[in-house]
């Protein structure tokens, strides 16, 4: 190997080393910077969503840079400016380390007030901890590659598209490093130093990379096409410069719904973020880096994908949640495909470089900018992941229509596309019957299933065959026909709403911010030949409230549950009045049991919820017309609890229950270690109980919350109730408590028998670790 050979390789490795440091660092800070946000904003998956959209907002801002500097300075002039940019932002992290003992990690006395409009609070800091180091490395991608093709390393005149790949890969190996091996073994304060130690190595291969270009001895600032592209010179790619922008924004589009709606059934952490991002950047490095990308392949598989998510999202909770995530993925999987896919087969030569970076990054802002401030505001409830299946859908139809090479202008169409949508299309009712959601009637049984034998049999003849040549012809136009058919049912379905239609369930009224969306229902009640209003938040019952005996305690808080159980037989209640405090506010139900002299104090931090509980539309009157005094705290529970603690403002509660779930997700830093620290804090005396409702459709939360009371040494008393009417809903809640207020071994209320079992902490605290501020491990607690 000459010597010339040989510094190239080093110059290669040199500049491999430094793209693979920058998306691993990128993506790396993100996820950080979310876990390390979530307690301050409620712990909503919205604030992941928020986190998205600022960081690919800055990843825009990198490319424009990275398009500036590679578009106007000479190559000699370019690695200067970017070394000046180098320096001044490790001086930045230099000096936040020094103030913070982090060098991302804001010290507390940024902490939000409670209350504190959370997008642009979250905006704010992710803007002072990690601004400038997130633009430097997110230019660095493009910037080096477009030096790379200037200094002329590649063997072969390679594109140095292949560098983008291999950026996708570090950016893999960030994500997917955090919550298998950061997140577990070390605090948040020594994760933010290991960030720290790999930006300096990023910093020095950087600055080797810039320190080169002063080899370069162009005058012009783009290389020259003709050596580098990888794309033929008549390549169409510049005037379809709009696909560039609408083809990622989709996909943008996509991945953010996919997130938001895997985090508000489950719990918004790291892992449920990771999954969506790995799928969405795996997508970049098969259509970027090799002939992975073959239509015939996924746009079938986006067919078959994008029919399971309308049956997803027909069936909601009734469907197991591991079916749910393997689903919405896969879908995720095969629409990322199909975007990136039509945008690598339309990438530009090289000299085009930086400006598709651009557009491919302004459309992901633009799709991140949708789902996280657009959707939010316009949209009654979650509509964004129907509307980016249906772009996708929509897209594709486009693309086909314009590349005249594809399959569907073939003028001897494939006869096994017809025959395999139809296919699938009986198919359908087959699923449907078994999941239980339709009957086919026993007279059409038998023609059904041989009809759906016959097509099958037709498929594999075809797929082998071919067909008959006179049904090939191009004037059948049977792509045409699918495609098209296809894409209104889509869209068809799409349309549909569930439940909509229901006699016996009438919506009232349906609203929607950045802590969710909820809706009130006004149901029949065959049982008690009543209607009763229903409080729902995202798809999981709140609260419900009977139009006739308004003071009847509903939902999951009625006879028999451990709620009414902490309540009635408190100690305190036959002493004198009672303290009683709850996070989360529902529609206030907790205050049916409230007397004259006590004091039911509600920390809420959803302004909606808020307006609806106190009367709204009349629908709820459980604060109006409770005994008791009705105090409303509005912000995230803990931070308000940690400011009344700091000011020497003890609660004195004799009973705290914990219910604050957004949807079914669990806001995971109000069940952690110093979660519980602070509620014990705000306690009475020995006798007070700390009520965790524990009631969730996919996990199970009695693990958690008894190796924290192993951790504190309180007792945890498990209650059941199983009753199932219209107005009421089972349930499940465990009592911690320091005292013997609960010991006795069975208790029956108005007829109705509940389980009490003493937890034994020994007997689940192995099964996960214990739930801390820096590490909730929630992927082990699904329960069905």
Known sequence: MSRSSDLNFWSRSIFGIAIFTSAFLLFQVQLLLGKFLLPWFGGTSAIWATCLLFFQVLLLGGYVYAHQIASTFRPSLQGKAHLAFLATTSLWLAVAWYFWNSPVLPGPFWKPAPGAAPILGIVELLFISVGLPFLLLSATGPLLQSWYAH??????NKSPYFLYALSNAGSALGLLSYPFFLEPTFRLKIQSWIWGGGFAVFAVSCAICAWQMRRSRAEKAHPIEEDLSSVDATSEAPRRRWLWFFLPMSASIMLLATTNLLTQDVAPIPLLWVLPLCVYLLSFVLTFHGPWYRRAIFHSLFAITAALAVISLFRGMEMRIT???????????????????????????????????????????????????????????FWEYQLGLWATAALLVIVLFLDRSSWLHNSKPDLLIPAGFLTLGLMLPKYLAHARLIAIPRSLRLAYNTGLGVMICVCV?????????????????????????????????????????????????????????VGVYEIWDEAMLNSFYEFLHGRITHGTQAKRDRKMPGSYYGEGSGAQLALLTN????????????????????????RPGDVFRFYEINPTVIRIAKGEGGYFTYLSDAAARIEVVLG???????????????????????????????????????????????????????????TNVFMNLTPVVAALAENYGLKATLIRSTIRTGLFQPSVFILLTRGDSLEAPEIRKAGYPIRLDRLDPRRVKDELPLWTDDYSNVATLLAR
């Open 461 to 517: 003849w075809l797929a082998f065959t071919g067909g008959p040549k006179w049904a090939r012809r191009r004037k059948f136009r049977w792509s045409e026909i699918t495609l098209g058919l296809g894409f209104v049912l889509l869209s068809a379905a799409l349309c549909f709403q569930p439940g909509e239609n229901d006699p016996h369930h009438h919506r009232l009224h349906r609203e929607r911010n950045f802590y969710g969306a």
């Open 323 to 381: 079916s749910q995530v393997v689903i919405y993925l896969s879908v995720l999987f095969a629409a990322c495909m199909v975007c990136h896919g039509e945008l690598a087969r339309i990438k530009p030569p090289a000299r085009h470089l930086t400006s598709f970076y651009l557009l491919l990054s302004a459309g992901g802002a633009a799709g991140g900018i949708f789902v996280a401030i657009i959707a939010p505001t316009i949209f009654p409830t």
């Open 151 to 156: 200094l002329d390393l590649s063997e072969r």
């Open 571 to 594: 100690p305190q209640r036959n002493i004198g009045p009672m303290r009683v405090g709850a996070i989360g506010l529902g529609i206030g139900t907790v205050a049916a049991y409230s």
């Open 636 to 694: 995230d529970a803990r931070l308000s609890l940690e400011e009344e603690a700091a000011r020497q403002d003890f609660q004195n509660f004799d009973v705290l229950l914990v219910d604050a779930f957004n949807g079914d997700s669990i806001p995971v830093h109000l069940l952690t270690r110093e979660a519980i620290a602070l509620y014990l804090s705000h306690l009475r005396g020995p006798d007070s109980v700390i009520v965790v409702h524990a």
